[in-house]
């Protein structure tokens, strides 16, 4: 293990107990992709309501024009409260997409996601198996602004937001995708199982092969679990190299 792993897996309360075997640097973001799963806002037939069109308009933009319709964005009531939008961060190839609830009060004052506390967790787990939001990770939220005071989400909310996340996600076309809290983890697989019982299973959205974990201000307030979510990573990076394995060699 180098001893930037070893710094990063202290810093997360975890060394020497767990260790990624088989992950490494060259490993993660070589080789190609598989085709980009079927968007589900994608609609054959002529949009009929508003909301429809609107889906389907999003659907069809570009990075540059998602990006510019999300900071103008009044769908749902959070615009009103919101300092900026968060559109989320990181490298838009990327072959890892970790997607968490919403901003908080440090995300919607400086525009990106898990900054603060909760985001140098997060940053010290990607880097124990060498991975990045400066170079090979995105990272985005189901909600692109903040909901006032930190409440739950509203599910009116999320209906709004989700063509948002959704297009991010056709564009990235990632390979793996971590959902990370409840509420991510269950707004992606439509469900209302726990975390508990959804961790150390592959899931899929959309095709995508997903993987659960818990959120990192979650893990924050509850140290135990930390051993928990490295196991998750683990399986994630196993997953990673078993999807890479199963790639046909290149001609
Ligand atoms: Fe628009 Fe999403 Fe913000 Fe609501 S949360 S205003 S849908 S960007």
Redesign the pocket.
Same mark, same amino acid.
């Given at each position: 293990m180098s001893s930037r792993r070893e710094t990063m897996l202290r810093e997360m309360g975890l060394a020497p107990l767990w260790k990624s075997r088989g992950a490494k640097a060259g490993t993660i973001g070589a080789g190609g992709k598989p085709p980009a799963p079927p968007g589900s806002f994608v609609d054959e037939d002529p949009p009929s309501t508003p909301s429809v069109a609107r889906e389907a308009r999003i659907a069809r933009m570009d990075w540059t024009a998602l990006k510019a319709a999300?900071?103008a +964005?009044?769908? +749902?009531? $959070?615009?009103k409260s919101?300092t900026q939008?968060v559109f989320g961060v990181g490298d838009e190839n990327a072959d890892w997409l970790l997607v968490g609830e919403?901003p908080g009060a440090e995300e919607d004052q400086k525009g990106e996601p898990f900054v603060g506390q909760a985001g140098k967790l997060l940053d010290a787990m990607l880097a124990a198996i060498d991975l990045s939001r400066d170079t090979n990770v995105y990272i985005a939220n189901v $909600?692109? +602004?903040r909901p006032p005071a930190n409440r739950n989400p509203d599910p009116s909310?999320v209906a709004? +937001?989700s063509p948002?996340l959704q297009r991010q996600i056709d564009l990235i076309k990632p390979r793996l995708i971590l959902a990370m809290g409840r509420f991510a983890v269950q707004t992606l697989l439509g469900t209302e199982a726990s975390i508990a019982s959804l961790r150390g299973k592959l899931h899929a959205y959309h095709g995508v092969p997903l993987i659960v974990t818990y959120h990192p201000a979650y893990l924050l307030r509850t140290l135990p679990d930390k051993a928990k979510a490295w196991q998750d990573l683990v399986f994630a990076v196993r997953t990673f190299e078993g999807l890479q394995a199963r790639e046909p060699a290149p001609t």
């Open positions: 999300v900071p +964005c009044t769908a +749902c009531a $959070l615009h919101r939008t919403a $909600l692109k +602004c909310e709004q +937001c948002h």
